[in-house]
């Protein structure tokens, strides 16, 4: 096929593109070439870059066109935060019959009933993100429900990979809470520690999407979680760094407002944006219909961005082996 993959050089595109070239498609790049993939691979030397700016195209009204006039089979937008955005590529792809795979999040879920949340359930999101990604789910499946066009949506966790920092054990990316650890060095979680945050190796999700692509028929009107097997609390996880870095785990619990307070507003409100949702997501419908099956836990894909934050001198392990 030929699949054009919009936004193609981030944390999934990094895998997904020499995914898509290793299976035999015709693979085009999109993105503004202002970086080079997380992973070097010879794949990227058989792909046709494209460079565009997505955010001035939507502008203008050209983007849906100019993916249409590639004549794709497959479309893989990783890049699309508004329904705007959205309609117009759904627009331009229905003329040519293309299949059009879309990256959300499972930030479509605000705080959860049940858990692990399954993707049958309403979708009651809060802040602009999430609202607006949940929007766009509907606006595709609906239309794929109708029967005009082929659409999946992949609802990722928190990304993990080596190259960049993963969601920590307070919720944030702070640098500081994995130097701590290493050092065996006291961390303050807020609360009891036992809310929870849903990670997913990056490798994971592009496994996905070629998963979704080779079964349209099954796929086609359906979104589907795609994170690890298991979500960890803030406690779990803390101990589970301590340990894999050979310390003891000096955790502290305070209530939120005195937890927040010690920390810059930024870093509070990301903690706040993980923990309010806690999630907790199931991916039983993905392992059902795509096959889909995590080659890495939580903490496995953790450990290994951990060793890359190590082997980079942005986390001081003071000397020690450390394997994952
Ligand atoms: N990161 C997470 O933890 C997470 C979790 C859940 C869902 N998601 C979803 O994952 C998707 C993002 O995927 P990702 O994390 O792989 O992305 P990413 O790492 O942020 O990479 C973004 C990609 O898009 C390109 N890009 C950025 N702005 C662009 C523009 N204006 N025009 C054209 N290309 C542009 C970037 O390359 P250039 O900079 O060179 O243009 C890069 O290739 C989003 O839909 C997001 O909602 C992410």
Known sequence: MKVVVVGATGHIGSYLVPRLVADGHEVVAMSRGERRPYLEHRAW?????????????????????????MRPDAVVDLLCFTVPSGRQLLEALVPIGSYLLHCGTIWVHGSAVEVPVTEDVV??????YGVQKAAIEELLLDEARRG?????????????????VPVNPVGNV???VFNRLAKGEEVALPNFGLETVHHVHADDVAQ?????????????GESFHVVSGRAV???GYAESVAQWFGQPARLSFQPWETWAAAWEPADAQLTWEHIIRSPSMSIDKAAKILGYCP???SLEAIFESLMWLVDNGKVDAAGRRLAF
Do not use: N, Y
Not at 49 to 61: I, K, M, P, T, Y
């Open 45 to 69: 030397e058989q792909v046709d870059s494209v460079q565009v700016d997505r955010v001035a195209e939507d502008a203008l009204g050209t983007f849906g066109e100019h993916v249409a006039s």
């Open 148 to 164: 005009t066009v082929r659409c999946t949506v992949l609802h990722p966790g928190h990304i993990v990979g080596p190259g960049w």
């Open 174 to 176: 702070s640098l500081e």
């Open 208 to 220: 996905a999407f070629v998963k979704a692509l080779a079964h349209p028929a099954a796929a086609s």
């Open 233 to 235: 609390t803030l406690r």
């Open 123 to 128: 979708r009651r999101p809060f802040g602009d």
């Open 295 to 297: 080659r890495f836990s």
